[in-house]
């Protein structure tokens, strides 16, 4: 059952996971937030897909790049008006303007579009196959994984090497120091959620590909999985989400091969089992954030 | 150059400061003295923008600064060295240093005072590329005030530099201050060291419970009646 196929597979899933937990897990890192309306910028990005392929004659590069651009400035706009205001309030006043968000966005796609699933139109390449060593590997599968490595090395370099990425670590470390040093918040903050949002547009890319469909409940089952990969992985560690994402992929794929077949329907309750026996064990996620303790001398 | 114009401060029901006014003066080495919650480190923290007088003025350079953030603070030049340092433990020396920079518009003044800095601490340009949070205690002390340092700062705030550290470091750290007032930084200085600090400073405020008790000279304050219960009791902790 473990063959090449299933490797491909799971890697494909795991690249998208780590996408998702990563989007999720960079504004956690500085605000510690956990936003709930992380999921609804994948059905953001999900319906730009399929306004823009059934009605527009645009080719399909470019409509998925609208669509990542799409769910970045929703992400940005909903810092702006929804976070920004209560952000000096309390920790508590931004979780619950998260899940404003959350339900603000829904509605709005229910009563803009409709409650119903609509099909989106996907190009040629996301149905079909190429051949790797005698087995069949969906495109879809490779374009994910090649996004996603592209994607990690890109936010390898700005964490690396720009003075804007130096920063967002900084925030991440020690907000309020970062800030003493003149670096301003909403620019840090604008930043993650920008990040975030790119994120999400890349997710319901290959999100939707899989079920080539969006309804407006689209963002919950994404926002779960980012939310345990992030909590397998480590809240406060970029390394952690992507892990995170990898290690949820790689068992809920050996649960989907492994349990027979009559318990193939409690998969996911199996998973979460796996996730209570990480925590009990490494509280803090496979990787803490604090890699350093201070040398005494 | 800074003045703290009777500031009140408060953490939720506590109240922190209940009318402090101090001055420093451009060039001056000011220290702010006093025991474990006299209101020393609220004091920084006001003037720093990280906590907001609920009454008072503080004025830098003449205009209100009372209530900006800190980034819009530290844009004035106005550098806070935190107690228990703060340096950023999973960036390198390099990348804390840069930080320390970001509010410098040109590339030529970091290189500047980068060059400066390595001259007063060697020790980072050795560890130049390490994670901070590898560093020892003096060195970890001594990165605080390089990233400080870094923006070319008007004033520079020290928050008991010479916490937890070895006997020799604490006097590394001081000749360190009296150096850079040699050199005509302009530094309020918050420590519980009171005899090494009235050793460099200018002037000195001594506080307690939120309020200054006495000012002045070092020579002042020693012969001044008031100091005596603040001092020893001082000197009583540091003994410890």
Redesign the interface.
């Known amino acids: 059952m473990i063959n090449l196929e299933f490797i491909i597979n799971t890697i494909s899933l795991g690249s998208l996971y780590a996408m998702l937990a990563l989007g999720l897990v960079i504004i956690y890192g500085i605000l510690r937030l956990v936003n709930f309306a992380y999921g609804e910028l994948i059905m953001v990005g999900g319906y730009t897909l399929y306004l823009l392929a059934s009605f527009s004659p645009l080719p399909w590069l470019f409509i998925a790049l609208l669509a990542v651009l799409v769910a970045m400035f929703t992400s940005l706009f909903t810092e702006l008006v929804a976070f920004r205001p209560v952000r000096e309030k309390s920790l508590t006043a931004m979780l619950v303007t998260s899940f404003a968000v959350s339900t603000l966005l829904q509605n709005g796609a229910l009563l803009i579009i409709s409650p119903r699933a609509r099909a989106v139109v996907l190009p040629q390449i996301f149905q079909t196959s190429v051949m790797i060593a005698g087995t069949s590997v969906p495109w879809r599968n490779i374009l994910t994984i090649l996004t996603s490595l592209v994607m990690l090395v890109l936010l390898t370099l700005l964490l690396r090497h720009t003075v804007l990425g130096i920063a967002l670590r900084a925030a991440a470390d020690n907000f309020t120091m970062t800030r003493m040093l003149g670096v301003p918040a909403n620019t840090v903050i604008s930043a993650a959620f920008a990040i975030s949002g790119i994120m999400a547009g890349l997710v319901s890319i290959f999100w939707i590909s899989r079920s080539a469909t969006v309804t407006p409940a689209l963002g919950a089952p994404p926002l779960l999985v980012a939310f345990v990969a992030t909590v397998i992985g480590g809240m406060r560690s970029l390394t952690g989400a992507v892990v995170g994402g990898f290690v949820y992929a790689i068992v809920i794929s050996l649960l989907g091969v492994l349990l027979p077949p009559g318990l193939l329907e409690f998969r996911e309750a199996f998973m979460f089992v796996f996730v209570i026996i990480i925590l009990l064990f490494r509280p803090q996620g496979l990787i803490s954030s604090k890699t350093s303790v201070e040398r005494v001398g | 150059m800074l003045e703290l114009n009777s500031i009140h401060a408060r953490y939720g029901a506590i109240t922190a400061l209940r009318g402090v006014s101090i001055n420093v003066s451009q060039g001056e080495l000011v220290a702010l003295l006093g025991l474990n919650g006299a209101g020393k480190s609220t004091t920084l923290g006001c003037i ?3 906590l907001k007088p609920w009454q008072g003025d503080i004025l830098f350079d003449g205009a209100s600064i009372a209530g900006k ?3 819009q ?3 004035l030049g106005i ?2 060295v ?1 107690e228990g340092r ?1 340096i ?4 390198t020396v390099d ?1 804390n240093l ?3 920079g ?2 410098l518009k040109e590339k030529a003044e970091y290189h500047r005072n980068l060059d400066e800095i390595f001259e007063l601490f060697p020790v980072l340009k050795e560890r130049f590329q390490q ?8 060195e ?1 002390q001594q990165l605080a005030i390089a ?1 400080a340092l870094m ?1 070319s700062p008007r004033l520079l705030m020290l928050d008991e530099p010479s916490l937890g550290l070895a006997p020799a470091l604490v006097d590394q750290i001081f000749e360190l201050i009296d150096r850079l007032h040699q050199r005509g930084v302009t530094i309020l200085l918050v420590e519980q060291n009171v005899d090494r600090s009235l050793e460099i400073v200018d002037r000195a405020y001594l506080m307690n419970t939120g309020r200054i008790e006495s000012q002045g000279t070092p020579q002042q304050l020693r012969t001044h009646a008031d100091i005596e219960g603040i001092y020893m009791g001082v000197k009583g902790q540091s003994g410890k």
Request: hydrophobic share 30%; charged share 20%.
């Open positions: 720093a923008g990280v953030s800190p980034e603070i530290a844009r550098s806070l935190p703060d950023f433990s999973s960036l990348e840069r930080l320390g970001y509010i994670p901070g949070g590898t560093l020892s205690g003096g970890q990233r923006s």
